[in-house]
């Protein structure tokens, strides 16, 4: 397989189903987003912590290439359609609430800083945050099916990898900076 195709040189990409759009169509930045978050846990996987969020972390991955998957096929009928059910996010909250039950209670915000693996597992979370504002995007548009669970997935996956940073931090020995208001 070739893995250039010269279908795209007009600014046109497929997505499943074989419907063609732009590739600046929302449906192309919810999964360019979730191709940038995919691709950041990959590099947060790639450092140096404990194997318990790293097994967690893999899984994520490949949930993140499902929801891709409906994202590509939700204009348009596809057999290639990929199942995805509420377990996926039960998953998610079971383990938030073992690695929370491990850490200081929060009392205030915090900087996203820290460790190497920390600051990764931040800006992975902020990335999540932005791929879930775009999928709400297109959840506007007249969608094949609903991409409700999707969109919980991702807000609970923001809430996971906030967790994770925090316990990877505390893992290294790595102080919480509070957020201190900047006087003017």
Not at 17 to 39: A, Q, T
């Amino acid at each position: 397989m070739k893995i250039y195709t010269k279908t795209g040189d007009g600014g046109e990409t497929g997505l499943l189903g074989g419907i063609r759009v732009g590739k600046d169509h929302i449906c192309i930045e919810v999964c360019g987003s979730l191709d940038e978050l995919n691709s950041m846990i990959g590099l947060v996987r790639s450092g140096e912590f404990g194997e318990e969020v790293n097994s967690i972390l893999l899984r994520v991955q490949n949930d993140l290439f499902d929801v891709g998957g409906r994202v590509a096929a939700c204009l348009g009928e596809s057999s290639q359609l990929p199942g995805f059910d509420a377990t996926r996010f039960k998953f998610l909250e079971t383990k938030i609430d073992q690695l929370q039950a491990e850490l200081p209670e929060l009392k205030q915000f915090i900087l996203p800083d820290g460790s190497e693996s920390g600051c990764r597992l931040h800006l992975a979370r902020a990335i999540c945050r932005r791929a879930e504002r775009n999928l709400v995007a297109l959840r506007e548009l007249n969608l094949e099916f609903d991409l409700q669970k999707e969109l919980v997935y991702l807000n609970r996956l923001s809430d996971f990898l906030f967790v994770a940073a925090r316990f990877v931090n505390l893992q290294a020995n790595q102080q919480e900076t509070p957020w201190s208001v900047t006087p003017n």
